[in-house]
């Protein structure tokens, strides 16, 4: 299967339409997709990589490797190992940022992923109006449901795993938020989707690509026209992989719930609905019924 790519480029010439359509098709029927031309400096997202790699040789490997589950897949036989092969800590932007607070982060890692946060910030936000538009709502319809957004990064390794059909390097999980934003491994893969049926693996991207996946709350806010997906990460035995996976997410206090004008309408008498389907039977469903809803409120 082939992953759709979302050329943000496009939006401002002839192929606007297009590449919105494009984009709706993804959320709806893939639920994650590749970005490109997206605003965020390629050698901003270089330097990234490299001070997660160095971080990870310098402080994290060794507890990794002599940890209780390490040992345990040594000696280990038969069934699956629970838990997951991976080495990771996390990153608080918004609403307070615990970045400078981190142990053994070099400055020019803390400096970096500053620079890197702000960039993805606002691609998350060109996103969300995009989405909303799509979905016929006001374009800070998705912001202002996410409130005050809350914001973090994931950064996690992978390692190499001895017996990687022992072990899932992360059990197959939908992600609870908005959407998320991943800068992953150039090389070692892993992360699969599972779309129709199969494990859809999303190979390692050398062009500057970010992937995007949505979570649970868009799913609700979108009344279920967008959809959050199961996906996994495979353990391997010959690389680790590299995930930095920021999230835009709602705030903690945000109350979540279908858009109204997404929600099947309610509380209407049959001829009404009848009445309006006589003038209205060719036309979209969905049109038809978001009209009725609104006539319904």
């Known amino acids: 299967m082939a992953i759709p790519v979302i050329?943000?480029?496009e939006?401002?010439?002839?192929?606007?339409?297009?590449?919105?359509?494009v984009l709706h098709e993804a959320c709806k029927k893939w639920g994650f997709f590749w970005v490109e031309n997206h605003g965020v400096d390629n050698n901003l997202m270089e330097e990234v990589k490299k001070h997660v790699n160095l971080h990870y040789e310098e402080n994290m490997i060794k507890n990794f490797y002599n940890s209780d589950m390490v040992k345990e897949l040594e000696t280990h036989t038969g069934a699956m190992v629970d838990g997951d092969w991976e080495s990771s800590f996390f990153i608080w932007h918004q609403p307070n940022s615990n970045l400078d607070g981190i142990p053994n982060l070099k400055q020019e890692f803390r400096e970096a992923m500053k620079g890197y946060i702000q960039q993805v910030i606002k691609l998350a936000e060109k996103l969300a109006e995009l989405m909303s538009e799509n979905l016929g709502l006001d374009k800070d319809h998705l912001k202002k449901a996410f409130s005050e957004p809350s914001i973090g990064t994931k950064v996690a390794k992978y390692p190499q795993c001895p017996k990687p059909e022992l072990m899932m390097g992360l059990r197959a999980h939908t992600d609870a938020g908005g959407i998320i934003l991943l800068l992953q491994d150039d090389e070692v893969s892993g992360l699969e989707f599972f779309k129709d049926g199969e494990w859809v693996p999303v190979t390692p991207s050398k062009d500057g690509r970010i992937f995007v996946n949505l979570g649970d709350q868009l799913e609700v806010v979108s009344n279920g026209n967008y959809k959050s997906i199961l996906h996994r990460v495979v353990a391997d035995k010959n690389g680790s992989r590299l995930s930095i996976a920021t999230f835009y997410n709602p705030g903690s206090d945000a109350i979540i719930s279908p858009a109204k004008k997404l929600m099947y309408p309610s509380h209407y008498r049959f001829q009404d609905y009848l009445n309006?389907?006589?003038?209205?039977?060719?036309?979209?469903?969905?049109?038809?019924?978001?009209?009725?809803?609104?006539?319904?409120m």
């Open 7 to 9: 050329n943000l480029g």
């Open 11 to 21: 939006l401002d010439g002839g192929r606007r339409e297009e590449t919105m359509e």
């Open 276 to 296: 309006y389907y006589v003038t209205t039977k060719f036309s979209d469903k969905v049109s038809r019924f978001q009209t009725i809803n609104e006539m319904s």
